[in-house]
């Protein structure tokens, strides 16, 4: 009665993952579709990334000039812009691209 049910099953786990195998050419698809839209996105978080380090230094340069105190500005805008650009190239490595 064990082996029957036993054997059953692994009959019925081997007919689903037939089954399953219809999806990965829809798969590969979308995986080149994120490919071809992902270089773009990459050039717009850079742009992006640009305008604000320009913003953060027209703010900064405003700041100077007014007498006031900017270190913590500089550092502040500074590793802000960091950590976009690292998060840029690590999503890159991390989707392979």
Avoid: P
């Amino acid at each position: 009665m064990k082996k029957t049910i036993l054997t059953l099953f692994i009959l019925g786990s081997v007919q689903m993952s037939l089954f399953a195998q219809d999806g990965i050419d829809e798969l590969n698809q979308a995986a080149s579709n994120l490919r071809s839209v992902y270089y773009a996105l990459i050039g717009f978080a850079y742009v992006t990334c640009g305008i604000i380090g320009i913003i953060g230094s027209l703010r900064i340069y405003h700041k100077w000039n007014m007498g006031k105190e900017v270190i913590e500005d500089i550092t502040g805008w500074g590793f802000a812009l960091l950590f976009a650009v690292v998060s840029i190239v690590f999503v890159s490595g991390l989707m392979g691209l």
